[in-house]
């Protein structure tokens, strides 16, 4: 089955500092990739929907500046956290879409402590 | 705009006793729904999904849910439960295939 893969798994940083998440379509192309958040034992929320070669979709409440993304080819896009603070602690999570499938498939999430 | 209800935030269950977990949506148009189960510090893994024909899905690990329209409801059931089925399970709608919005999660907690 496809597979999506998020790095790091794990990322500690002290407040102020920037971090940068990865995350990889390994065996299929993504067009469309999506960056979600997760706070403790609540739901997913969309950030914002990344797109090859374009900008990303922001959802509304959710700072561009902030959260950079970009999806520079179709296997990969980035999520960089700037100038992080505590309160951007979470589990963010990515998804893909297959083109083939028409499904969307996610990654395992990349746990984010900011000190 | 649409939204997703799940009823329980926490279900408790034994092992091989039957479940069902209640979703509720609400959709100005035509919706898909998905049920989605989440072990601990992992990703999603999509369990089944209605996008349109029959009202009954089967999906994997023994799970299925139904599509009821006029209750605007998708509750996932199985029949007989395991241990490892202890997990978080997230309801979601979407009204085209890509941009989902989930539901709070009900967690599934089975014991011996």
């Known amino acids: 089955g496809a597979v999506v893969s998020q790095h790091p798994s794990r990322v500690i940083c002290k407040s102020g500092t920037s971090v940068k998440i990865e995350c990889r379509s390994l065996d299929f192309q993504a067009t469309t990739m999506f960056w979600y958040r997760q706070f403790p034992k609540q739901s997913l929320m969309l950030m914002a929907t990344?797109?090859?070669?374009?900008?990303?979709?922001?959802e509304q409440g959710v700072e561009k500046d902030k959260f950079l993304i970009n999806h520079a080819s179709l296997t990969l896009s980035t999520l960089t956290v700037t100038s992080a603070h505590p309160e951007d602690s979470s589990f963010y999570i990515c998804s893909a879409i297959s083109g083939t499938t028409d499904t969307q498939y996610f990654g395992p999430g990349t746990r984010l402590t900011v000190l | 705009a649409q939204s997703v209800t799940q009823l329980d935030s926490q279900v408790p269950v034994f092992e091989e006793a039957p479940v069902e977990l209640r979703c509720n949506y609400s959709s100005s148009v035509s919706v898909y729904l998905f049920w989605y189960v989440q072990y601990p510090n992992q990703g999603l893994q999509l369990l089944l999904k209605y996008l349109s024909g029959s009202t009954l899905v089967k999906g994997i690990n023994g799970f299925e849910a139904e599509f009821n329209k006029s209750q605007t409801s998708f509750h996932l059931r199985k029949p007989s439960v395991h241990i490892s089925d202890t997990a978080e399970y997230f309801c979601?709608?979407?009204?085209?295939?890509?941009?989902?919005?989930f539901g709070k999660g009900t967690m599934l907690l089975v014991s011996p």
């Open positions: 979601a709608v979407s009204d085209r295939y890509s941009t989902l919005t």
């Open positions: 990344s797109n090859e070669g374009s900008k990303a979709t922001y």
